[in-house]
C-alpha cells in the first residue's frame, strides 16, 4: 500500500509565502517522479510543477519564477516553495507520485495525494 499525504496549505495575502510537502510511503522500489498539481473551483486539474528522478523539472508558465519544487528522493518527500502568491493561485494542491513496486511493476496512474486548500487572499 502506497500513501501519499500533503501538508503545509492554509490562508495567506496576496504577495505571502507558502510551503507545500508531500511524503510517500510504502512499498516501493523506485521513485519516477514526484509532482505537484493544482484545481481550482469549475477549473481542470493542472500541473504546476514535477520533478523526475533524473533531475528534469518542469513549471507551469503562470508559477515560473515565484515556485520552487525540491525532492529528498532519499525521503521520498517533496516540497513546493510559494512565494508572491497571488489571487489566481488559489486552488486544492495535490502531489502525486509516479512509481515502481518492483522492477516491472508501475501501476497505471500513479498515486495521489488527498490535496491541501490554499487560499489567497486579495
Known amino acids: 500500500q502506497v500513501q501519499v499525504v500533503e501538508s503545509g496549505g492554509g490562508l495567506v495575502q496576496a504577495g505571502g509565502s507558502l510551503r507545500l510537502s508531500c511524503t510517500v510511503s510504502g512499498r516501493i522500489f523506485r521513485m519516477n517522479a514526484m509532482g505537484w498539481y493544482r484545481q481550482a473551483p469549475g477549473k481542470q486539474r493542472e500541473l504546476v510543477s514535477a520533478v523526475n528522478s533524473g533531475g528534469g523539472i518542469d513549471y507551469a508558465d503562470s508559477v515560473n519564477g515565484r515556485f520552487t519544487i525540491s525532492w529528498d528522493n532519499a525521503k521520498n518527500t517533496v516540497s513546493l516553495q510559494m512565494n508572491s502568491l497571488k489571487p489566481e493561485d488559489t486552488a486544492v494542491y495535490y502531489c502525486?507520485?509516479?512509481?515502481?513496486?518492483?522492477?516491472?511493476?508501475?501501476?497505471?496512474?500513479?498515486?495521489w495525494g488527498q490535496g491541501t486548500q490554499v487560499t489567497v487572499s486579495s
Open positions: 502525486h507520485a509516479d512509481v515502481m513496486l518492483s522492477a516491472f511493476e508501475r501501476p497505471q496512474g500513479g498515486y
